[in-house]
C-alpha cells in the first residue's frame, strides 16, 4: 500500500474512532507525526470524506465526522490492505516470499571460512611467503 494511502487510512480510522475529540485536539492524537500527516489531511478535507459537525455535549465544540463517501472510503482502504496482507501471508506460507536479513547470513559466512582454509592450505603446500599453517 502506498504511504499516501496508508496515511489516509490512519487518518480516517482516527475521525471513526475517536467522535469526541474536539476537531481543533485533533491532531494530538498524532502525537509529534502529525506534521507528517497534516499535509495527507490538509489534502482529503477537500475531497468530502469528512466534515465538522458539533459535539453533542459541547455544542460550542466541532468534531470530525465521516461522510458516506469518507465510511466508503474508508472500507475501500481496509479491502486493500487486507488483500496485500492475504497475498504476504500466502507467499510466506508457500515459501516464495523471502527476503535475507541485512549483514552476515550463513552462505557469506561459509564463502568466507572457505575462503580463509583454502589461501591457508595453498600457502602451505606452496612453499609460501607467509608460512601460515592449516593450524593457524
Keep these: 500500500m502506498e504511504q499516501v494511502k496508508q496515511l489516509e487510512l490512519f487518518i480516517l480510522i482516527a475521525i471513526r474512532n475517536n467522535r469526541n475529540i474536539p476537531a481543533g485536539e485533533f491532531y494530538k492524537l498524532f502525537d509529534q507525526n502529525w506534521p507528517v500527516y497534516s499535509h495527507r489531511f490538509n489534502e482529503i478535507i477537500t475531497e ?64 568466507g571460512f572457505f575462503s ?13 611467503e607467509n608460512g601460515l599453517t592449516a593450524g593457524d
Design 116 to 128: 580463509l582454509f583454502s589461501t591457508r592450505y595453498i600457502s602451505k603446500h606452496s612453499g609460501g
Design 48 to 111: 468530502g470524506i469528512f466534515i465538522q459537525s458539533t459535539l453533542e455535549h459541547m455544542p460550542e465544540l466541532h468534531r470530525y465526522h465521516l461522510t458516506r463517501k469518507g465510511k466508503t472510503r474508508i472500507t475501500e482502504l481496509l479491502n486493500e490492505r487486507s488483500s496485500e496482507i492475504s497475498v504476504k501471508l500466502a507467499q510466506l506460507k508457500h515459501g516464495k516470499y523471502f527476503t535475507s536479513a541485512p549483514g552476515w547470513n550463513i552462505l557469506s559466512g561459509m564463502k
